[in-house]
């Protein structure tokens, strides 16, 4: 029997992005942000506990402002995620201040995960559907021959902003629901109601249709991952750093697309038909207060989230 799936919460990039915690906006008027939607989400689909994984120069005010609203509603544990995490002989480039990137966010959770578990991006909105079949799925799967994986895919015209490009993770599914791969497009635009990528600044661009699946990096693994990772991330350094020390990524869906080449996993595709919310630019934010007042007035979400608010 699997122990109780639980959720991953990738934040170590949040203070770069927003410019320091306090500026992360809220999106109601008790002051809570996206990831507490996700996180009453979570409790709400079964998950008793979350991980956090930061930067240790955030934690004093990501424990304020987040982790110690929540933690009387779900347990909470802290993973950090530093540049000279590295295997033994590696040093960190000179110049270097980017993470490492999503692969080894994971698998600087190597000491705290035993069991399955769902993977989620601190700033987006995933919705309540996601959570629970994700939950379900990761309660039942167990690896066999191949590990048992899962994603949450969702429709790409529910992710896309009115505001600027996006990069989504492009997926292709079997007819039984698997994932066969997944390709990278990092600039993907709404133009008129069609959405398109360029892979050449915009000289050519190529549709993509309304039943296109994306991820939006929410994931479901055993802790057969953990170890894929750990064995992997040598060679990509190896690899990467020699051509772009100061930039390269450990892309996890990279590392899920090996797995698949390799016929080493396999990835059933949850389809969500919810709306996805980020706010990739700050003019998206007063798209999320909206979403998130419809939401409430048609009873998806209590007025106040946590009781004592």
């Given at each position: 029997?699997?122990?109780?799936?639980?959720?991953?919460?990738?934040?170590?990039?949040?203070?770069?992005?927003?410019?320091?915690?306090?500026?992360?906006?809220?999106?109601?008027?008790?002051?809570?942000?996206?990831?507490?939607?996700?996180?009453?989400?979570?409790?709400?689909?079964?998950?008793?506990?979350?991980?956090?994984?930061?930067?240790?120069?955030?934690?004093?005010?990501?424990?304020?402002?987040?982790?110690?609203?929540?933690?009387?509603?779900?347990?909470?544990?802290?993973?950090?995620?530093?540049?000279?995490?590295?295997?033994?002989?590696?040093?960190?480039?000179?110049?270097?201040?980017?993470?490492?990137?999503?692969?080894?966010?994971?698998?600087?959770?190597?000491?705290?995960?035993?069991?399955?578990?769902?993977?989620?991006?601190?700033?987006?909105?995933?919705?309540?559907?996601?959570?629970?079949?994700?939950?379900?799925?990761?309660?039942?799967?167990?690896?066999?021959?191949?590990?048992?994986?899962?994603?949450?895919?969702?429709r790409l015209y529910n992710t896309l902003t009115?505001?600027?490009?996006?990069?989504?993770?492009?997926?292709?599914?079997?007819?039984?629901?698997?994932?066969?791969?997944?390709?990278?497009?990092?600039?993907?635009?709404?133009?008129?109601?069609?959405?398109?990528?360029?892979?050449?600044?915009?000289k050519t661009w190529t549709e993509l249709g309304?039943?296109?699946?994306?991820?939006?990096?929410?994931?479901?693994?055993?802790?057969?991952?953990?170890?894929?990772?750990?064995?992997?991330?040598?060679?990509?350094?190896?690899k990467e750093l020699p051509g772009n020390p100061?930039?390269?990524?450990?892309?996890?869906?990279?590392?899920?697309?090996?797995?698949?080449?390799?016929?080493?996993?396999?990835?059933?595709?949850?389809?969500?038909?919810?709306?996805?919310?980020?706010?990739?630019?700050?003019?998206?934010?007063?798209?999320?207060?909206?979403?998130?007042?419809?939401?409430?007035?048609?009873?998806?979400?209590?007025?106040?989230?946590?009781?004592?608010?």
């Amino acid at each position: 029997m699997n122990g109780k799936p639980v959720l991953v919460i990738m934040a170590a990039g949040m203070g770069s992005r927003y410019g320091g915690l306090k500026q992360i906006d809220s999106i109601d008027a008790y002051g809570n942000k996206i990831i507490d939607y996700s996180i009453f989400d979570a409790v709400q689909a079964g998950f008793e506990k979350v991980v956090f994984i930061i930067k240790k120069a955030i934690e004093k005010e990501f424990r304020e402002n987040i982790g110690d609203r929540i933690a009387s509603h779900v347990k909470v544990e802290y993973v950090y995620q530093e540049l000279d995490r590295l295997p033994a002989g590696y040093q960190v480039p000179e110049g270097r201040v980017k993470p490492w990137g999503t692969g080894h966010a994971i698998l600087c959770c190597q000491d705290v995960i035993d069991g399955p578990f769902a993977v989620i991006n601190a700033d987006d909105y995933y919705g309540k559907s996601a959570f629970v079949s994700i939950y379900n799925q990761l309660s039942e799967i167990s690896d066999g021959e191949k590990y048992q994986y899962t994603m949450v895919g969702y429709r790409l015209y529910n992710t896309l902003t009115e505001n600027g490009h996006v990069a989504r993770g492009v997926c292709t599914i079997s007819e039984d629901g698997k994932l066969v791969d997944i390709h990278e497009r990092t600039r993907i635009e709404k133009q008129g109601n069609k959405a398109k990528f360029t892979e050449d600044d915009g000289k050519t661009w190529t549709e993509l249709g309304e039943d296109t699946v994306v991820s939006m990096n929410m994931w479901g693994f055993t802790k057969s991952i953990i170890k894929e990772l750990d064995q992997r991330f040598a060679v990509f350094l190896n690899k990467e750093l020699p051509g772009n020390p100061l930039k390269c990524e450990y892309f996890l869906p990279f590392v899920v697309d090996e797995l698949l080449k390799e016929y080493k996993a396999e990835v059933t595709v949850l389809k969500s038909v919810d709306r996805w919310y980020g706010v990739t630019y700050k003019e998206d934010k007063e798209t999320v207060v909206n979403a998130v007042r419809e939401l409430k007035k048609t009873g998806i979400y209590p007025e106040k989230l946590w009781e004592e608010q």
